[in-house]
């Protein structure tokens, strides 16, 4: 049977699984970590913004007390705010940005009137910044001032960073607020990424930490899959070479105390025990295969002395009918008396020829009867013997069936352990799903071993079916050749009363011979005489035909005798080929 090869190995999904595990937490913990850091940051940033703000605002309302208390007039009380904002005001209409005040590298603060008038501004001061808006189309000073009129808020939109001649865009983030002395709307911007500088540095630490994290949890892994996997792959190799009959291969090593360890062991068992009764099988088939060889020579010597046999109560036959032939000769010469003493003469010396020659013949059928029952009991001895040992096949055959079946306990207790390992894999939950990838893959290597107990039990049953089919046939043979030796002794029985009968024709062939000498004087003794042989060879006759029938029975039972025992060594050949397929 072709094997199956996994489009995965274990090793890989466990590999994969593992390393899943680790590195969906890893990277999930570094984008938390990250956007957590970002949200953080940007919330600073606003809080920076808002506070500063609002510390303007505060400073306004202390500036708007000394002018109503006539401490200074309030234009030079709004002049004083607007240099501590930006500076002092330049001829070109311009205030540098004061870098005392940190908002960011590119960051400063300007003040709005409602109608968007540009009350302090580093270069638009004076100017209507109502109708300002962003490359996108979006109003931003109508923004701000609403959500200032309305308590202070954030805005964020695109807008070109500093520089002569340069028009790359980033995004800027502004916060208004009312204040409610002067009726200014006093806004506090900068660029999102001159904050951002920390955030790129949490950045590029999270990301070597995640990258070192799965580096070194990628080699744990692999040292963690190799280490599960490396007795799984070395069962299945074994079980894989001993369903091709490979049984000669050296025990597996495997110095795990854990499931398997247990798996490698009970494989080298199994092997072991498979080793031994495939042996054992060999052994048994080829002496079957003796055994029938000398069934058939057996069976065909005693086929050839029946047919010698055969052959030789023919020959009878054939000296019974002379014989008969001559008797009723003699008959006839007894009527014609006045005209044949000589034929009678005659005639009686032929039938002393036949009675000699049937005298002979029947001794030699006596001899070959005796030498077919000594073969006969031979050949029951030998097929007694070989029905011995085809039993003892059986009992074997038994022998592997229950070892099968514990080989299937074995892996039946593997699918079990499979079974417990998942559902603890269940409970264990993300954690344990690796664990029960792993379980499951126990589980098909034990299915893997219940499929080749099955394909071995059904070369087992084909075996044992070959044994009883050889039982039936020897058990047929023995019960034929036991009928063959009681025709074989009939036919002996037959011989010996033939003999009998021979010796008593001879012996009144001579009476009549004498009495031919003295025929006129004894002729009606010599008429009863004649009239008795032709008696008897009319009974020998008969007893012939027997003789010959019986003979043509036996010499088809030793025929059908040969071709049993030629069928049983064709299926020892066969269960020897079966065994023969492992390498012991």
Not at 57 to 84: C, F, H, N, R, Y
Not at 254 to 265: C, H, I, P, T
Request: proline letters at 2%; glycine letters at 6%; one cysteine or more.
């Amino acid at each position: 049977m072709q094997a199956l090869r996994p489009r995965f190995s274990l090793r890989w999904k466990l590999l994969i699984v593992s390393f899943l595990l680790m590195a969906v937490p890893t990277l999930m913990l570094g984008t938390i970590v990250f956007r957590t850091s970002t949200t953080e940051t940007d919330a600073m940033l606003e809080d920076s913004l808002k506070n500063n703000v609002r510390l303007v605002v505060e400073t306004i309302g202390l500036l708007d007390t000394q002018a109503k208390s006539g401490l200074l007039p309030l234009e030079q009380a709004q002049s004083q705010l607007k240099d501590m904002l930006l500076g002092a005001y330049r001829t070109d209409g311009t205030r540098p940005i004061n870098k005392n005040i940190d908002l960011g590298a590119n960051g400063y603060f300007f003040v709005l009137a409602d109608d968007g008038t540009a009350v302090a501004h580093p270069k638009r001061e004076g100017q209507s910044l109502w109708e300002e808006r962003s490359s996108d189309g979006f109003f931003f000073i109508q923004d701000l001032i609403a959500k200032a009129q309305n308590g202070g808020g954030f805005t964020e939109y695109a807008w070109p960073l500093p520089g002569e001649g340069v028009t790359e865009e980033a995004m800027k983030i502004t916060y208004a607020e009312k204040d409610p002395y002067w009726g200014w709307i006093v806004s506090a911007g900068s660029y999102i990424q001159d904050f951002n500088e920390g955030q790129q540095r949490i950045e590029k630490a999270i990301a070597v930490t995640v990258a070192v994290a799965l580096v070194v949890g990628l080699v744990a892994t692999v040292a963690f899959a190799y280490y599960v996997t490396s007795p799984i792959s070395l069962v299945s190799a074994r079980l894989r070479r001993i369903a091709q009959g490979e049984l000669n291969a050296p025990p597996l090593r495997v110095k795990r105390r854990d499931e398997s360890g247990l798996l490698a062991e009970d494989t080298n068992t199994m092997a072991a025990h498979l080793r031994t009764l495939v042996s054992e099988v060999s052994s048994g088939a080829a002496s079957v295969l003796d055994a029938s060889h000398q069934l058939a020579a057996s069976a065909g010597q005693s086929a050839q002395a029946t047919r010698g046999v055969t052959q030789s109560i023919a020959n009878i036959a054939h000296g019974v009918d002379s014989q008969s032939a001559a008797a009723a000769q003699s008959a006839r010469a007894m009527e014609e008396m006045t005209s044949g003493i000589q034929r009678i003469a005659e005639t009686s010396a032929v039938a002393y020829d036949s009675s000699v020659q049937a005298t002979s013949s029947a001794s030699s059928g006596v001899e070959a009867v005796e030498r077919a029952v000594r073969q006969i009991e031979q050949a029951v001895g030998a097929v007694r013997e070989l029905s011995s040992t085809i039993h003892g096949l059986e009992r074997r055959s038994e022998e592997i069936a229950t070892i099968l079946e514990l080989i299937s306990d074995i892996a039946r207790q593997t699918n079990l352990l499979s079974l417990n390992a998942s559902i603890e894999a269940a409970r264990a939950g993300e954690h344990g799903r690796g664990f029960g990838v792993v379980a499951g893959e126990i589980k098909k290597l034990a299915e893997q071993s219940d499929r080749s107990t099955d394909d071995i039990r059904q070369v087992i049953e084909k075996i044992r079916g070959d044994i009883q089919y050889c039982v039936a046939s020897m058990t047929a043979s023995e019960r034929e050749v036991q009928e063959s030796a009681e025709l074989v002794v009939r036919t002996g029985e037959a011989f010996r009363t033939i003999d009998a009968a021979a010796r008593r024709a001879l012996g009144q062939v001579e009476e009549t011979t004498a009495a031919s000498e003295q025929m006129s004087a004894g002729s009606e003794e010599i008429a009863a005489s004649i009239q008795e042989i032709a008696d008897i060879s009319s009974k020998s006759a008969a007893a012939t035909q027997e003789i010959s029938t019986a003979s043509q029975e036996q010499l088809a039972v030793m025929e059908s005798m040969e071709q049993s025992a030629r069928s049983l060594a064709e299926l020892a050949r066969q269960l020897k080929d079966a065994s023969s397929r492992f390498r012991l």
